[in-house]
């Protein structure tokens, strides 16, 4: 029994980890984030880390949100809910948001998630945040969560130091610790082939009144069509989900898989908005290995793009899981150091147990 919950915790880091790894490639805080300033105090004062619920997006008022406002992420409270979005508004600021920054309401598409607030008491982890963004990069950031599960392994069920007799002590590696490292990287690397497999296209046009004078000019209100290309470069087949928001009225092919190395052409409708400027329409492609029915994970993929994903490593963990249980790894003995009382030198012998 211990062992299951030891794997349980794993996993639940390894999670963690892996939305941190998304959080850097999608620029966006999935999992959990912390505070950038003190307009939340003292709920969450600057520098607190939070979790987040990145499958809530439809939050009630009173609920603490994370959403997009501009080009920067923001973690406000909703006030009140309107026929246009949501009413925001930080705990030690004056005025909500659409007042001070002159701003619409939040759609739900601006929502990231529901900060976690078991009986309204948001779950902090002080000022961790100002030590991650006094000096790490996004790299370090992520490089620092897979030290944390590493160590974490080790400590539930890596090495241990035994006295064998007054003078020697051995430290050994056990069997579980290298199958629970296999299974993290394991799960590391599908949640990174299904990552890098996710971009965002640019649609860029012009809205003027010289609308056809040259390639990429509309008038207001006129519809085109551009295509558009998917290459699946990946060692297996992929599904892919592909959409877009406003202007874009019709996607010729929205769901479709490709094997490996597969290409597929689309075509995108576009009606130019009434308002003469640059416009980029950005077409977001989401892929994800066929580990689950279709139906399943278009159903998935209706409730939010990360519900499939988090569907899959669920899947490959139970399998892991499963295979744990089955095979029967318990404590033996992979490689055992025998270290010697006030000596520097080490002996290393690898020690095999049926």
Known sequence: MNTLVEYAILAVLGILVIG??????LDRPVFVSYAYSGSMTPTIDKGDLFFIN???????????I????????????????TEDGYITKGDNNVASDQQSR?????????IGGTVIAPGGHVITVPKVGNYI?????????????????????????????????????????????????????????????IFVSWEVIPVEYSVTSAGGAREGWYHPGEEFQTEITVKNNNMYPM?????????????????????????KDFTVTIVAPQQTAMYSTKIRVNAYPPLLPGSVMDALYEVHPMAPLLAILAVVSAFLGTMYILSGIGNEDVVRIRRKRHSKHRGISEVFKV
């Open 239 to 263: 599904r892919y989900y592909i959409s877009a928001p406003e202007p874009v009225t019709k996607i010729s092919s929205e769901d479709f898989s490709l094997p490996r190395g597969g290409e």
């Open 102 to 110: 002159n701003i619409p309401p939040i759609k739900k598409d601006q």
């Open 133 to 193: 963004e006094s000096g790490l990069s996004d790299r370090g950031k992520i490089l620092l969560g897979a030290i944390l599960i590493v160590a974490g392994i080790l400590a539930f069920g890596g090495g241990e130091a035994v006295r064998r007799g007054k003078r020697k002590r051995f430290f050994t590696v056990k069997f579980r610790t290298l199958f629970m490292l296999a299974s993290v990287f394991l799960l590391l690397m599908v949640a990174v082939s």
């Open 66 to 81: 994370v959403f997009k406002m501009g080009s920067t992420w923001t973690v406000h409270r909703v006030v009140a809910i």
């Open 20 to 25: 941190s790894l998304a959080g850097a490639l």
């Open 54 to 64: 990145p499958l809530a997006r439809n939050p009630d008022i009173g609920d603490v």
